[in-house]
């Protein structure tokens, strides 16, 4: 089993208040999960309403695999009007 955990730093320009940068984050975490099945939650900057960390991890029996499935999260997440992604970390266990 192979553990694929990868943490992305997030900057909202557009977002004013904590309720839109979570309008925000809820369309990504809904996408991501729904075309890579994978977990995820925002793990730091909860009350900042420009920045956010999002946690996102998942298991398989192949790491490349995972660093695939991973990267391309990031891609997808890079795609979203409104969003810069400031910088990621992808780790295998």
Known sequence: MVIGTCSVQLYFSESGSLKRKRQFLKRIKDKVR???????????D???????????????????????????????IQSENGVE?????????
Do not use: C, H, M, P
């Open 85 to 93: 992604v400031l910088d990621y970390q992808i780790e295998i266990l």
């Open 34 to 44: 729904n075309k890579f099945n994978v977990s995820i939650a925002e793990i730091k």
């Open 46 to 76: 909860n009350d900042l309403w420009q920045r956010a960390t999002l946690g996102i991890s998942t298991v398989a029996n192949d790491g490349r695999f995972i660093n695939e499935i991973l990267s391309s999260v990031v891609k997808q």
